[in-house]
């Protein structure tokens, strides 16, 4: 019997996601693993647990996590979950782990190794396992037509016998890949696409789209971005003059969509009362950062909220609205990264604290939190 690898079925009622699809329950298999989904762990995601059979999984119960040497989840395991784990097994997972001590400690006490998928680095070698790149792009898809829902008026120019309806203006501020995907989606649906970003090399990105490109193009400007290929915080000066240009421009806005996050930092505010105040009523915000705290200020997280006139959508787990396309990526993420962690001769599980992947995404193993941004954890979770 070859080791186990045990997917579970989401506790969190709004998480639709599921760890793994068909084929990489195939592709696991090949590997040598044994696959255990619990039941309805695909439903949400419109995978039957008769496809998983199919596929040579075995169709479990929550307590077959018990056997496994492998658990893949969508989100950090709750406490109740930990207890059903062994010693020693390997959990892999978006782990949100930026000020949850409580859940790292908790995880490190019942002697779990665990990743955080969403710690991966940019590097062209982890391309395939990116979660946050692969949840972003269908984020930003889903904010453009959410917004389309809610704006009551037609997003293409149309021109017609008894007149001419004119293009919905989008505005995107942030240009990762949520932004780039959201500025792609609205000029398929037609309208006039305008976007910003603190990073020099988006102006390009965006222009190639067929979008124009706002930003104060100073000094700061054209040396603002991190190794890591990150935005940087600019400093008060540049986010003054910015935020006045901004200001400006949101006024003749009919829809703008927020992306602006920083790993483990409170969302940046870009959009003030005063900024959705100079909107038309009817007008549209949506802010991808809502779970951070949010870009636009009175938005409020899980709903639909009307703010001076403009209504500001803030729904949670964005990439979750989109799960059965969300869950085939990260489920592809996720086997990608499991498959580095088996010998080739061996065909066992074979975790090198060595690989650059390892270091960068393990956050517990042997009792102990390991991962240097979060080693203080144990100390603050056990106290």
Do not use: W
Not at 246 to 255: F, N, P, R, T
């Amino acid at each position: 019997m070859g080791e186990i690898v045990f997917v579970s079925r989401e506790i969190d009622p709004a998480e639709n996601r599921v760890a793994a699809s068909v084929e990489t329950v195939k592709k696991m298999k090949s590997l040598g693993f044994d696959v255990i989904v619990e039941a309805g762990a695909g439903l949400a995601s419109r995978i039957a647990d008769g496809e998983y059979e199919a596929a040579g999984a075995r169709i479990g119960m929550a307590a077959d996590a018990k056997s496994a040497d492998v658990v893949l989840k969508v989100r950090r395991p709750a406490d109740k979950e930990i207890k059903g784990y062994k010693a020693g097994a390997i959990v892999i997972a978006i782990m949100d782990p930026y000020g949850n001590d409580k859940a790292l400690a908790a995880m490190a006490k019942a002697g779990l190794t665990t990743f955080a998928m969403e710690l991966m680095p940019r590097i062209t070698r982890a391309q395939s396992m990116d979660v946050l790149s692969s949840q972003a792009n269908l984020a930003g898809y889903q904010a453009v037509i959410d917004a389309a829902c809610e704006y009551d008026r037609a997003m293409p120019m149309m021109m017609t016998a008894a007149g001419t309806v004119p293009a919905a203006k989008v505005f995107v501020m942030g240009a990762g890949v949520a932004g780039l995907q959201a500025i792609a989606t609205a000029r398929r649906l037609g309208a006039a696409v305008s976007a910003t970003d603190v990073r020099p090399a988006a102006k390009e990105q965006v222009a190639s789209l067929g979008a124009k490109f706002i930003a104060v193009e100073d000094e700061e400007f054209k040396a603002a971005e991190t190794a890591g290929g990150y935005a940087k915080e600019m400093s008060k000066e540049y986010q003054a003059k910015q935020a006045a240009l901004v200001a400006e421009h949101i006024a003749k806005q009919d829809i703008v969509i927020t992306t602006a996050l920083i790993p483990g930092r409170p969302a940046p505010r870009l959009v003030t009362r005063d900024m959705l105040k100079s909107m038309k009523a009817g007008s549209i915000a949506v802010d991808l950062a809502v779970e951070r705290g949010g870009n636009v200020e009175g938005v409020e997280a899980g709903k639909v909220a009307e703010v001076e006139g403009v209504k500001v959508i803030g729904y949670l787990n964005v990439p979750g609205r989109i799960a059965a396309s969300a869950s085939l990526l990260y489920a592809k993420n996720l086997v990608t990264f499991l498959e580095t962690l088996v010998g080739k001769e061996t065909r066992a599980l074979a975790v090198n604290p060595d690989d650059e992947l390892v270091k960068a995404t393990m956050l517990t193993r042997d009792g102990a939190v390991v991962h240097p941004n979060f080693a203080t954890a144990q100390m603050k979770g056990e106290a």
